[in-house]
């Protein structure tokens, strides 16, 4: 028995009414004719940009420990090219020692404005110091203090624990830089596997996968 929090499938008045926009967007025929993926994400990312009420930069990052149990959480894409995706986070957290263990991830966008979604799948590289220099830097002074305080993952006592230490932080760099703390660094997933979905009425979706040949990519369109 569905539960009533959950919408039914959409009517065929439904998708006319509410669908337009986006079955508009997504009716192009000429991505299944793109010979590489990184210039087709970045477009849809600008799509998102424009549509998406925040963070269409948000992507969830799925990762195994060492046991092999799955987890998921979101983070921010901070880099796309042609290299991979990169964000930035705590070495020691969950997400920092499960790449540690095993040093491949999936991630997943998933633009509900526009009815999109990007799936990717790949080996997992740390940044040069340089980048996670260069991209710490770039942060609000706050946020770079706030990398400083937090034994991210681990058991906090309480919230006036957490502020006491970020009193402590911002005393101790007081007209002093933020530096970057060791432990925090950045990834970029280096994709063997991209793949492109877009809804279409009925569940009749477009979804186009490419997989890394080399140097070269593979294009293929997949059923439904």
Do not use: C
Request: hydrophobic share 40%.
């Amino acid at each position: 028995m569905t539960t009533p929090l959950i919408p039914p499938s959409p009517t065929r008045e439904e998708y006319a009414e509410h669908y337009a926009a986006a079955l508009a967007a997504n009716g192009d025929e000429t991505i299944f004719d793109r010979a590489e993926p990184i210039g087709l994400f970045v477009e849809w990312l600008g799509d998102a940009t424009r549509t998406e009420p925040n963070d269409p930069n948000a992507m969830t990052l799925s990762t195994v420990d060492a046991s092999g149990a799955p987890d998921a959480r979101i983070v921010l894409l901070k880099d796309v090219d042609a290299r991979g995706f990169t964000f930035y986070s705590n070495r020691e957290s969950a997400k920092g020692l499960d790449l540690a263990a095993h040093p491949r991830a999936a991630l997943l966008f998933h633009w509900k404005s526009l009815r999109r979604q990007v799936r990717v799948r790949g080996s997992v590289e740390p940044v040069t110091i340089a980048e996670a220099d260069a991209y710490f830097a770039s942060r609000a002074r706050e946020s770079r203090i706030g990398a400083w305080v937090s034994d991210q993952s681990r058991p906090l006592d309480s919230r006036a624990a957490l502020e006491a230490a970020v009193a402590r932080e911002t005393a101790r760099f007081e007209d002093k830089d933020v530096a970057r703390p060791e432990r925090w660094t950045g990834w970029r997933i280096i994709p063997d596997s991209i793949e492109f979905w877009r809804d279409r009425p009925f569940r009749l979706h477009d979804r186009l996968r490419f997989d890394r040949t080399g140097v070269n990519w593979a294009r293929t369109r997949l059923w439904p």
